[in-house]
């Protein structure tokens, strides 16, 4: 349920700079996960400042991995529904519930970011390596109760059904 070690360090840190360097420096006290997650809301509000700031960290001689900087071309950020974890991977089904995914941590599995599984919670997947990964940036989760995780576990029979599943690659839109 975790990306391979190697991959992951590669892309974390490529993802760490680009998001820093978006973020900026408004605040010397900011705790370093809240300017991730506000360069990541300006990352998403405007796809154009990627190739900007990939220039600015080259300029400054900070390592870019290039799959990583496609990868991270293909991040969407949105409330997903978290059900559970397999041996495999941990289930997401979009937020419009069209398509699930098969989706990997990048050092953490899902349900330990969060302390459990069957919820909805704001995060950020993305294709890398062949894989649907979540960038562990993790915000707003709310628990669904058994109802609800019974009526999105027969969506995701029914997509599966309908092949609206990927553990390799996020849907294009």
Not at 9 to 34: C, H, M, P, Q, W
Not at 35 to 46: F, H, S, T, Y
Not at 62 to 83: F, G, N, S
């Amino acid at each position: 349920m975790l990306l391979e070690p190697q991959w992951s360090t590669a892309f974390i840190g490529s993802y760490k700079s680009l998001l820093l360097e978006l973020a900026g420096s408004e605040d010397k006290n900011e705790r370093v996960l809240d300017a991730l997650v506000r360069g990541r809301g300006k990352l998403i509000q405007d796809r154009s400042v990627v190739a900007e700031s990939l220039t600015a960290l080259r300029a400054r001689n900070i390592p870019v991995d290039e799959e990583a900087a496609e990868a991270i071309q293909t991040l969407r950020v949105a409330r997903w529904v978290y059900l559970r974890d397999t041996r495999k991977h941990s289930i997401f089904i979009d937020p419009a519930a069209e398509m699930a995914y098969g989706v990997v941590g990048l050092t953490n599995r899902i349900k330990e970011i969060i302390g459990g599984s069957g919820a909805v919670i704001e995060t950020g997947l993305f294709t890398y390596k062949q894989r649907v990964v979540c960038d562990g940036l993790v915000s707003a989760v709310v628990w669904l109760g058994s109802n609800y995780r019974r009526s999105f576990n027969e969506q995701l029979s029914a997509l599966r059904e309908a092949g609206a599943f990927s553990d390799c690659a996020l849907a294009k839109r």
